[in-house]
């Protein structure tokens, strides 16, 4: 099994800088770009079709000054005067309208392929092993989904579009302007250079600058994230930090601000030296054209139409000549994006997997061994079988491996050799969700969603009756609990809800599983000492739980040991002992040692 994730592995986010000098547009990636766009051919055309047309219609109104100038003017036609007025304002007014639809088709266009990303992703994820989960940084999920899929959108209308419909009115201008006369075309063209060289320049600049301001804004925002969390917040406070976490970040504050000075700064001087380039070009215009109008070579109306169709050649060669950082920037997007497209899910159900029953079947490990890294097994040659209606306990230390055994069972992680067993058929034979709907899991951790404790009940059996959910907690004894809640079963539990305590969720968790009533059930034993009156209630509730099931518990209290069917004495990855209750103690091996040291806490492990 490949393990490739993890913070720091190939999937984990880029940095800003390495972002676009690592990316490059390839043709695999373009042919991957196209194909998000192939559902919306239709419309894309279209919108070039706009462009194209926009692109003409903005040469026309320097065209009619011309006309003005050189023919209405001299003749005094005022017939012609107010025609060629009324011409520009027309096309003007349907470049605007065009403008309107290319804006629609632009929004439409790239927030389908948004929303068929984000769609795309969240069933990719959900396919994605516990290990992904807990291998990537928090938040990462997050950004991927939200901030860069959405990036996408903006690549989209600035850069594509852009680049289209920059090309679309650079090759239209140039075509006029030779074609009116190509000597002036000539001199207008050979300016270009002038400015490429310092916009490429200033484009530089301003991207090392944006890219250490995003650095120190990232190093802010860590701060942040650490000192200003709970357990930041903590850590500062007991130890006094407060003034030296604000030096530190006010330096870092003062360095992103004067950084972002800098950066609006290049841009002004930018645009200065850029101006004057700018100007050079129509005033050669109006030299060398001033000198053929001399000649007799060329009208004055035509010098104005050449100066103002100049400005139309030199917008769009700037914004092209840094086009090149957008599209590195925009590759290192969809790199990014496909990255996480790119991650095989590894447990998948196999070709051959069937529906299989599990109620009253043994459960067998045969000399199983798992690793999480390669080179550290977390399990080695683990063999047991959990007879069917039986209830087998894991004890051991914390890091034994008790979670692990655990966790291969429902498959949330697959062995790397040996195999697991049920009733004889391998786990591997079962379909994922036929394995998983008769596992019941109760882990210490219990997690409520932000909705009704009905809706988290429920979440387990959808078509549950009313009647099962309240035979359900009554078994979990948790019934009387919930009855006595503002809102009884309507009450909001969950991170916008009622806080519980850590064994009535467990309890709620119980009675989610009894609802789902599963013949396997696994849990994990709050360690957290309770109450009395908690310790007797989830006893109880574990006493309906486990009764009658396949049950694998890793035991943290006495009173499940000594119910314990057999017991398993897990150490550094193995089963080191297994007996009941009295044979372990007998044996006066790990079991009895453990038993020894924890039992005065009525806690084990
Ligand atoms: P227990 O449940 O007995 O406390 P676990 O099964 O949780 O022990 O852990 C067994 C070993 O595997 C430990 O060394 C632990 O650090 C390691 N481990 C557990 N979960 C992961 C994980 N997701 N990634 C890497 N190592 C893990």
Redesign the pocket.
């Known amino acids: 099994m490949s393990r490739g994730f993890g913070p720091g592995g190939p999937h984990g986010r880029l940095k800003f800088d390495d972002d676009a000098q690592k990316a490059n547009l390839s043709k695999a990636l373009l042919l991957r770009i196209v194909k998000f766009f192939m559902p919306y051919w239709k419309q894309t055309l279209l919108l070039m079709a706009v462009l194209i047309v926009t692109a003409v219609l903005g040469l026309l109104p320097p065209l009619f000054i011309q006309q003005i100038i050189d023919q209405a003017l001299p003749d005094k036609n005022l017939r012609l005067l107010v025609l060629l007025v009324l011409a520009s304002l027309g096309t003007t007014v349907v470049s605007g309208l065009l403008g309107v639809l290319q804006n629609y088709l632009n929004s439409f266009i790239s927030l389908h392929i948004v929303f068929d990303m984000k769609n795309q992703m969240y069933r990719h994820l959900q396919k994605m092993p516990l ?1 992904f989960y ?1 291998g990537v940084q928090q938040g990462e999920v997050i950004t991927r989904m939200t901030s860069d899929i959405s990036g996408v959108q903006g690549v989209f209308s600035s850069t594509v579009v852009n680049f289209a419909s920059n090309l679309f009115i650079l090759v239209s201008t140039a075509v006029t302007l030779f074609i009116m006369n190509w000597k002036l075309a000539l001199v207008g063209i050979l300016v270009i250079p002038l400015f490429i060289f310092p916009t490429r320049k200033m484009g530089n600049i301003s991207w090392k600058l944006a890219k250490q301001t995003q650095e120190k804004i990232s190093d802010q925002n860590q701060i942040i994230q650490e000192t200003l969390s709970i357990s930041g917040y903590l850590l500062m406070k007991l130890f006094t930090k407060e003034s030296a976490e604000y030096a530190k970040f006010q330096s870092i504050n003062s360095e992103a601000t004067s950084l972002q000075i800098r950066q609006s700064m290049a841009g002004r001087w930018f645009m200065m030296v850029l101006s004057t380039f700018t100007s050079i070009g129509p005033l050669m215009i109006y030299l060398y054209g001033g000198y053929l109008f001399i000649q007799g070579e060329l009208s004055v109306g035509a010098i104005v139409a050449f100066v103002a169709l100049l400005g139309r050649l030199y917008g769009p060669v700037m914004q092209m000549t840094n086009l090149y950082v957008d599209i590195k920037r925009s590759a290192a997007l969809f790199e990014r994006i496909f990255d996480y497209f790119d991650m095989k899910p590894q447990i998948v159900d196999e070709p051959e997997a069937r529906v299989i029953p599990a109620a009253g079947k043994d459960i067998s490990f045969h000399n199983v061994s798992f690793a ?2 390669a080179d550290k097994t ?1 399990l080695h040659g683990i063999s047991f079988t959990a007879a069917a209606g039986t209830l087998t306990a894991l004890v ?1 230390p ?7 055994v655990t966790n291969l069972i429902p498959r949330l992680y697959d062995t790397d050799s040996g195999s697991i067993t049920i009733g004889g058929s391998n786990i591997r034979d079962f379909t994922l969700d036929s394995l998983r709907s008769q596992i019941g899991l109760v882990t210490q951790d219990t997690y409520l969603f932000n909705g009704t404790i009905r809706d988290n009940l429920m979440y387990a059996e959808d078509g549950a009756s009313e009647a099962e959910m309240i035979a359900a907690c009554q078994a979990a004894y948790i019934h009387d609990f919930i009855l006595s809640l503002p809102e009884g079963y309507d009450t909001v539990v969950g991170n916008r809800g009622i806080k519980l305590s850590g064994g009535e969720k467990q309890r709620i968790s119980i009675a989610r599983v009894l609802l789902k009533n599963p013949p396997i059930i696994i849990m994990d034993e709050a360690t957290s000492s309770l109450d009395t009156a908690s310790e007797y209630y989830i006893q109880q509730a574990m006493h309906s739980l486990l009764q009658g099931k396949t049950s694998i518990v ?1 035991a943290h209290r006495l009173s499940t040991i000594m119910a314990a069917d057999q017991i398993l004495v ?1 150490q550094s ?1 193995a089963i080191v002992e297994e007996g009941t209750h009295e044979s372990l103690l007998e044996h006066n091996g790990v079991y009895r040692d453990l038993y020894d040291k924890q039992f005065e806490s009525k806690v084990l492990a």
Do not use: D, F, P
């Not at 914390?398 to 692990?404: D, E, L, R, V």
């Open positions: 290990q807990s999480y890294q977390a051991g914390s890091g034994a491996g008790k979670t692990t890793i897990v990855g």
